[in-house]
């Protein structure tokens, strides 16, 4: 076997990085942050926030670069998803694209997206069409969301410290983009042993309120780490 | 802000790929496939299976390329896994990898691991100094396997038609580089719903013989595509 056909060091490629954000907020649901493209080809449309690695960083530096260069958020906490590396996805040269998601409570960030950034949430279920591959990645970023949000409870961050069964499950209707049956949400998550009842009730939706919860933290990043300890 | 912070297009780099591919074998336990490198720097050190991506084709096609020409492996499912991307990760020339890797049954490939190809499987626990950044890649995908195995039963495929809870907890206990404690096990695993005893018994280990098990095929798909269903 030819070692050429392995390594044939000609082929050098732009490597760029387009991050998909998720906002939720319980008015408004879940939200995908985007932005205004600048340049050509396709100036003018709506995209994901992306750029290109530079010389002297990594690509976890180069992601939070961009994120903050396009939107001004400082501290979000980006995960690495799927890199993009079909031949012709952008028109102009072959770059493949490594993207990033993040998962934010939209109102811990507001104060930073200016009116500089042309930076805007979107509602996840209704995106304009967006640049290049850039609706398949957000496509691919959801499933992974609901992946993820079945195999381990999610996002107890973007709720309040104390909150009802309804706030919670309005956040899974969010992510799951359907209407969850409330018995039986209630029932799996009781389950999960991840939730301490109190004795404190909201009473703002009703005359019989209704009770507050509250993430068990210990039992959550215990069970995060392996559920075989 | 200028909008050449972004989109400097300079930076054009040789993009790789290197696969961690895991093999059980109830004897051996878990091991690691490696190869020799035929190329400068570190020529004759043990490496992953690694090649660089060409003009003509995607990531993933690129992967099975490089598995099927070190290897003489077809058809093994390989997952997408991490970008490494340090910058001088490869002391020749700036090079970001992106890693795959995969879980098999080594039987089913002995066959194809002909002397050809000099690739070896070695004990996960006791790997050799790798060239570059590969022992980092081996760490991140042994910790991605646990994390997985904790989060969802996996392994499945790995063990026989019906299996006895020995033979599973051996899986397992190969996974985490550990001694699972048997009652505790047996009860978490019980408690997924997801295994089936069968009234035959395996006489080979004792006089009193262990219930063989199947995997609950139908309700495991369940299971992994979402349990809010």
């Given at each position: 076997?030819?070692?050429?056909?392995?390594?044939?060091?000609?082929?050098r490629?732009?490597?760029a990085l387009?991050?998909?954000v998720?906002?939720?907020?319980?008015e408004a649901g879940l939200?995908?942050?985007l932005?205004k493209?600048h340049?050509?080809?396709?100036k003018g449309?709506?995209?994901?926030?992306?750029?290109?690695?530079?010389?002297?960083?990594?690509?976890?530096?180069a992601?939070?670069?961009?994120?903050?260069?396009?939107?001004?958020?400082t501290?979000?906490y980006l995960?690495?998803?799927?890199?993009f590396s079909?031949?012709?996805?952008d028109?102009v040269?072959?770059?493949i694209?490594?993207t990033y998601?993040a998962?934010v409570d939209i109102h811990?960030y507001?104060h930073q997206?200016?009116?500089e950034?042309?930076a805007?949430w979107?509602?996840?279920?209704e995106?304009?069409?967006?640049?290049f591959?850039?609706?398949e990645?957000?496509?691919?970023a959801?499933?992974h969301?609901?992946?993820?949000a079945a195999?381990?409870p999610i996002?107890f961050e973007?709720l309040p410290?104390k909150f009802?069964?309804?706030q919670l499950?309005?956040?899974?209707d969010?992510i799951?983009?359907?209407?969850?049956d409330k018995?039986?949400f209630?029932r799996?998550m009781?389950?999960?042993?991840?939730?301490?009842q109190?004795?404190?009730k909201?009473?703002?939706g009703s005359?019989k309120?209704?009770?507050?919860?509250q993430?068990?933290?210990?039992?959550?990043?215990?069970?995060?780490?392996?559920?075989?300890?």
């Amino acid at each position: 076997m030819p070692v050429s056909v392995l390594y044939n060091h000609t082929h050098r490629l732009l490597v760029a990085l387009d991050c998909i954000v998720f906002g939720y907020d319980e008015e408004a649901g879940l939200q995908i942050l985007l932005v205004k493209r600048h340049l050509h080809p396709e100036k003018g449309s709506w995209a994901l926030m992306g750029g290109l690695l530079n010389k002297d960083e990594n690509l976890d530096q180069a992601a939070q670069r961009i994120l903050y260069h396009l939107t001004g958020m400082t501290n979000v906490y980006l995960e690495e998803l799927k890199v993009f590396s079909c031949q012709h996805r952008d028109p102009v040269e072959r770059t493949i694209s490594v993207t990033y998601t993040a998962l934010v409570d939209i109102h811990n960030y507001q104060h930073q997206l200016t009116e500089e950034f042309e930076a805007r949430w979107f509602p996840a279920a209704e995106l304009p069409d967006l640049i290049f591959d850039h609706n398949e990645m957000v496509r691919y970023a959801k499933h992974h969301l609901k992946q993820k949000a079945a195999l381990q409870p999610i996002g107890f961050e973007l709720l309040p410290d104390k909150f009802t069964f309804t706030q919670l499950r309005k956040l899974y209707d969010a992510i799951y983009e359907t209407q969850l049956d409330k018995g039986n949400f209630r029932r799996m998550m009781l389950a999960t042993g991840l939730l301490v009842q109190l004795k404190e009730k909201d009473k703002t939706g009703s005359k019989k309120g209704a009770y507050f919860y509250q993430l068990n933290t210990q039992k959550y990043q215990d069970r995060l780490s392996t559920f075989f300890s």
